[in-house]
Every structure is written in structure tokens, then in C-alpha cells.
């Protein structure tokens, strides 16, 4: 089951449109990929999405399942959304009560366990070693967990296990924290220890697995830490998401998207192959299918069909699908989601000030400046840093040539 719902306040305008794992990655990608080929790849055939923020970006991508091989009759994916009807329905309120109101469908799969998974990190893993931990060391409940950097800890449910494995404490993201044992965000349950734990009756609703589920569980069911070693980013912030595709254009690559033993599937458009331009320079990019360059790039991601207009530098940046960038135009160190104008002689990322965003001073403090999906740009604006355009916004809604760093349009 894999949770695909929720919208990450710390990605601003890329949630706004759309849900987290619906978020474009690496050009061609989108963030669900992952967990959907890890499925696949692990022999995992029988896969549940659970939505709900703004799920139709996300539906039309995946579809019936078809290029995850999931579009059976027996088995392949399922798309579960909210409801309203007898019993349980409404809302989902967490990852808990999102499983909570799906436990009928569970229940119809005839299975002894249960795979749980977030949809919004970028990783690749084969989920049969752990299984196969979680069974041969008789577990209720398996937590996938690796090690994080301690000024990160604060990011994620943090585990405290003791020498054989065995998860003596877990807190959701604590303040502070003497472990630095992350939770993946990956659950293994035993159906019935699943089902009880989802159904007690207590106090308050336990709505989320890491704030009320497993803290409640480990001083009464066996709960064990599986700990992974492999390339694993939450891409949960708009810095950590620049970051995890700003690496893949390093010479070694901690995540290699060219294993053919481990291929990534995706939903790819009928686009022609990429092309350069003969006065162009490129340089340590990352180029889609469909995407012209006839400017400069470089060190940036460019998605299907995006077009970079003679005399145009685009340099650290991530540019997704269908952006057309003018003659002139200079972008540097941006997010730039679908679909954005940025006509003739636009500077995105001029000047030195980097005065923090004024509405997410916490997340948008190191520069990067975001563009929302099909904003249109008025010719020769110069933006800053940390600046935040929301989608749709047209040439009337900036006041001035001039917008200045920690800004929003």
C-alpha cells in the first residue's frame, strides 16, 4: 500500500497543483515511479495507491498500471480514493486512518502481510530481503530504517533499537535525538498485528504511523528496525528536492538510473529525441526527450519539451515539462514546474541579496528562486533569490521590472 495523498507544505507551489509523489524527478520521472518499479522489481504485484490532495495529476500518470507491467485482472494496481458511505469514510486524516479506511480492501486480498510505503521519497530497493527479515525473525511489525545526518534528525521519525534489533522507542520528529536511526517510512505488518493496531480502541484516534501508531506499539508487539544501506532521499523540502536532482549530474551518481538490472519505470510521452542547437553550449546536464537546447545549459535537469532559445543561459536549475525560455532570458539556481513563459531578456536569480522567503522563511532561505506551473512572465523582469511565483500568474500580477529577493508573485 502505498501512501500518495499528502502535500508537503515545505514544497510550496509544486503541491500546489498536484500531490507530492506526482512531482516531476529527474527529467522524465515522476516521484511515485520509485516505489511503483521497486514493487515491480521486487515481484510485487498486487499494489494499492492511496490519494487524495489533489490526485488527478498523479491518476492520469498512473494510470491502470500499464507501464509497471500492474494492469491485471488478478492482482496490479488499484487506485483507492476517499469516500463518503456507511461506516468509515470521509477525509483521511493520516497514513493510519488513510489504511484504517481502506482495511476492507486489505481483507480482500487474502494475505498474511502487509507492505507499507511512502510515495514521496526517491530510492531504489528490493523489498524481498526484508520480507524475508521480517518473517524469519517473526516480527509484528518491521521498520525500514537508515542512518541520517544528526542536524537532519529533526526531518524524521527517529528509531532507538537495541543490539539484536529489537525498536525500544521511536519518536516523530523530535527536536532533539540522541539516535540518528531514521524511519524510512517503510512498514512491514503482520495482517491481524495490522488490523488490531488500526482498530483499538482508545482515547484519541491514532491517525499517523509514525506519530501515534508505533510509538503506541513497541511495548506490546515485537517491532524490529531493518536497516538499508542504499541511496535513499526524502525529497520532502524544496532545497532537498533541488538537491537530489542537482546529484544526479554528478560523474558517479549515488542513484544510478541506467542499471538495467533495476530499471525505473515511467509513463514516457510520444516526444522526439532531445536536440542541440549548432550555436549551443551545454555542459554536465541532464536532457529529456523533447527538450531543444539552443542556448546555453548548464549543470541542470531539463524535462520533455523544454525549449531554450538562442542567447538564453540556464544554469543549476530544474526546468520540467514544456517551459519555453526566451532569447536573452538568464536563469540560475530555479525550480521551474510546467508549462512557464519566460519570455526575452527575464533574469531569474539576479543580484546577491539573499533576504530568506517572507512567507517560508524556513524553507526557502538558500537562494533557489520557484516558479509555478504555467506562470507567464512579463519581458525584462528581473527576479531574486528565494522568491516564490505562484502558478497561472500573469504579466499583470508583477508590480514593477523588479521583483525583489524573498518576494511572492
Same mark, same amino acid.
Given at each position: 500500500?502505498?501512501?500518495?495523498?499528502?502535500?508537503? *507544505?515545505?514544497?510550496?507551489?509544486?503541491?500546489?497543483?498536484?500531490?507530492?509523489?506526482?512531482?516531476?524527478?529527474?527529467?522524465?520521472?515522476?516521484?511515485?515511479?520509485?516505489?511503483?518499479?521497486?514493487?515491480?522489481?521486487?515481484?510485487?504485484?498486487?499494489?494499492?495507491?492511496?490519494?487524495?490532495?489533489?490526485?488527478?495529476?498523479?491518476?492520469?500518470?498512473?494510470?491502470?498500471?500499464?507501464?509497471?507491467?500492474?494492469?491485471?485482472?488478478?492482482?496490479?494496481?488499484?487506485?483507492?480514493?476517499?469516500?463518503?458511505?456507511?461506516?468509515?469514510?470521509?477525509?483521511?486524516?493520516?497514513?493510519?486512518?488513510?489504511?484504517?479506511?481502506?482495511?476492507?480492501?486489505?481483507? #480482500?486480498?487474502?494475505?498474511?502481510?502487509?507492505?507499507?510505503?511512502? /510515495?514521496?521519497?526517491? =530510492?531504489?530497493?528490493?523489498?524481498?530481503?526484508? !520480507?524475508?527479515?521480517?518473517?524469519?525473525?517473526?516480527?509484528?511489525?518491521?521498520?525500514?530504517?537508515?542512518?541520517?545526518?544528526?542536524?537532519?534528525?529533526?526531518?524524521?521519525?527517529?528509531?532507538?533499537?537495541?543490539?539484536?534489533?529489537?525498536?525500544?522507542?521511536?519518536?516523530?520528529?523530535?527536536? @532533539?535525538?540522541?539516535?540518528? !536511526?531514521?524511519?524510512?517510512?517503510? =512498514?512491514?505488518?503482520?495482517?491481524?498485528?495490522?488490523?488490531?493496531?488500526?482498530?483499538?480502541?482508545? %482515547?484519541?484516534?491514532?491517525?499517523?504511523?509514525? @506519530?501515534?501508531?508505533?510509538?503506541?506499539?513497541?511495548?506490546?508487539?515485537?517491532?524490529?528496525?531493518?536497516?538499508?544501506?542504499?541511496?535513499?532521499?526524502?525529497?520532502?523540502?524544496?532545497?532537498?528536492?533541488?538537491?537530489?536532482?542537482?546529484?544526479?549530474? /554528478?560523474?558517479?551518481?549515488?542513484?544510478?538510473?541506467?542499471?538495467? *538490472?533495476?530499471?525505473?519505470?515511467?509513463?514516457?510521452?510520444?516526444?522526439?529525441?532531445?536536440?542541440?542547437?549548432? %550555436?549551443? @553550449?551545454?555542459?554536465?546536464?541532464? !536532457?529529456?526527450?523533447?527538450?531543444?537546447?539552443?542556448?546555453?545549459?548548464?549543470?541542470?535537469?531539463?524535462?520533455?519539451?523544454?525549449?531554450?532559445?538562442?542567447?538564453?543561459?540556464? @544554469?543549476?536549475?530544474?526546468?520540467?515539462?514544456?517551459?519555453?525560455?526566451?532569447?536573452?532570458?538568464?536563469?540560475?539556481?530555479?525550480?521551474?514546474?510546467? #508549462?512557464?513563459?519566460?519570455? *526575452? /531578456?527575464?533574469?531569474?536569480?539576479?543580484?546577491?541579496?539573499?533576504?530568506?522567503?517572507?512567507? !517560508?522563511?524556513?524553507?526557502?532561505?538558500?537562494?533557489?528562486?520557484?516558479?509555478?506551473?504555467?506562470?507567464?512572465?512579463?519581458?525584462?523582469?528581473?527576479?531574486?533569490?528565494?522568491?516564490?511565483?505562484?502558478?497561472?500568474?500573469?504579466?499583470?500580477?508583477?508590480?514593477?521590472? #523588479?521583483?525583489?529577493?524573498? %518576494?511572492?508573485?
Amino acid at each position: 500500500m502505498i501512501m500518495a495523498g499528502g502535500a508537503s *507544505e515545505a514544497l510550496s507551489v509544486l503541491t500546489s497543483v498536484r500531490s507530492e509523489p506526482a512531482i516531476p524527478f529527474a527529467g522524465k520521472f515522476r516521484i511515485v515511479d520509485f516505489p511503483l518499479s521497486n514493487c515491480v522489481n521486487s515481484n510485487i504485484f498486487s499494489v494499492a495507491l492511496l490519494t487524495q490532495h489533489m490526485p488527478r495529476s498523479l491518476n492520469d500518470h498512473v494510470g491502470v498500471g500499464k507501464p509497471w507491467d500492474l494492469d491485471r485482472s488478478q492482482g496490479g494496481l488499484r487506485t483507492l480514493q476517499p469516500y463518503l458511505g456507511r461506516g468509515i469514510s470521509g477525509w483521511q486524516q493520516g497514513t493510519a486512518d488513510s489504511v484504517r479506511r481502506n482495511l476492507d480492501f486489505v481483507e #480482500e486480498q487474502r494475505v498474511d502481510t502487509v507492505l507499507i510505503l511512502a /510515495g514521496d521519497h526517491i =530510492y531504489k530497493m528490493d523489498y524481498r530481503p526484508l !520480507l524475508r527479515f521480517h518473517h524469519e525473525q517473526t516480527a509484528d511489525a518491521t521498520i525500514a530504517v537508515r542512518r541520517v545526518n544528526a542536524f537532519e534528525a529533526h526531518r524524521f521519525g527517529i528509531v532507538t533499537s537495541s543490539p539484536d534489533g529489537v525498536v525500544t522507542d521511536f519518536e516523530e520528529k523530535p527536536h @532533539r535525538s540522541r539516535s540518528t !536511526l531514521a524511519s524510512m517510512g517503510i =512498514y512491514v505488518f503482520n495482517y491481524e498485528a495490522l488490523v488490531a493496531c488500526l482498530n483499538e480502541e482508545t %482515547e484519541s484516534p491514532r491517525m499517523d504511523f509514525g @506519530r501515534d501508531i508505533l510509538p503506541a506499539i513497541i511495548c506490546r508487539d515485537r517491532v524490529l528496525a531493518y536497516p538499508f544501506e542504499g541511496y535513499w532521499a526524502d525529497v520532502g523540502t524544496l532545497q532537498a528536492y533541488w538537491e537530489a536532482n542537482m546529484a544526479l549530474l /554528478g560523474e558517479s551518481p549515488a542513484l544510478d538510473l541506467y542499471d538495467p *538490472e533495476w530499471v525505473i519505470h515511467t509513463r514516457s510521452e510520444e516526444q522526439p529525441p532531445a536536440k542541440i542547437g549548432p %550555436e549551443a @553550449r551545454v555542459g554536465g546536464n541532464l !536532457l529529456s526527450n523533447g527538450s531543444i537546447v539552443e542556448g546555453t545549459a548548464e549543470r541542470s535537469i531539463m524535462s520533455p519539451g523544454v525549449f531554450v532559445s538562442a542567447g538564453a543561459v540556464v @544554469r543549476d536549475s530544474v526546468v520540467m515539462n514544456d517551459t519555453r525560455i526566451g532569447p536573452g532570458a538568464v536563469v540560475e539556481r530555479a525550480i521551474i514546474d510546467k #508549462e512557464v513563459e519566460i519570455p *526575452e /531578456g527575464v533574469h531569474i536569480g539576479a543580484g546577491n541579496d539573499n533576504t530568506p522567503n517572507r512567507q !517560508l522563511p524556513e524553507h526557502l532561505n538558500t537562494g533557489l528562486t520557484v516558479i509555478g506551473k504555467r506562470a507567464q512572465l512579463p519581458r525584462g523582469v528581473r527576479v531574486g533569490h528565494n522568491v516564490i511565483i505562484n502558478p497561472g500568474v500573469t504579466p499583470d500580477a508583477f508590480a514593477g521590472e #523588479e521583483i525583489p529577493s524573498g %518576494e511572492t508573485v
